[in-house]
């Protein structure tokens, strides 16, 4: 039996809707992978900045401490290797493209970059004034990883 050319176009449109069904079908898929994959690295990226920020903790408690009694040389060096791998971890951030929120140049607390923890009156200043930084922020790339915690000033 010959097939006639009417047929055979019939096939080839099929077969063509069907490569362009599964060629849809899986864009969506990659899509998906695509944005789990971001959100498993966010996670991961986050994870490592509260290595960063336990390590600025410690170095805190130690600034702390120093003033009561004297630390020993071997125990500076300690503290300098940590001040070293705490260095390291920072870089190997930045290489991914994760920085720190930088202060804004007006002082301000700004809404999509900041969460305000707490406030404080302060005669001479602007409200939402950034007093304090509890807890540094971070961008990835141009996108706000996790928002900096600070103190503002209130006026009443």
Known sequence: MQTNHAQLWKILIDDVAGLVRAKAVLAQQLQESDKKAKE???RFLLELI?????FDRVF???????NE???GEQTRGWIGNFRGVRRQLERKLKACGVVSIADPPDRLARLGFHVVVDTRPATGLQNDTILEEVQKGYLWHSDVLRKAHVIAVKNN
């Open 40 to 42: 498993e690295l966010k």
């Open 50 to 54: 509260e290595v960063l920020d336990a």
């Open 60 to 66: 805190a408690n130690i600034a702390g401490r120093e």
């Open 69 to 71: 009694q004297p630390i």
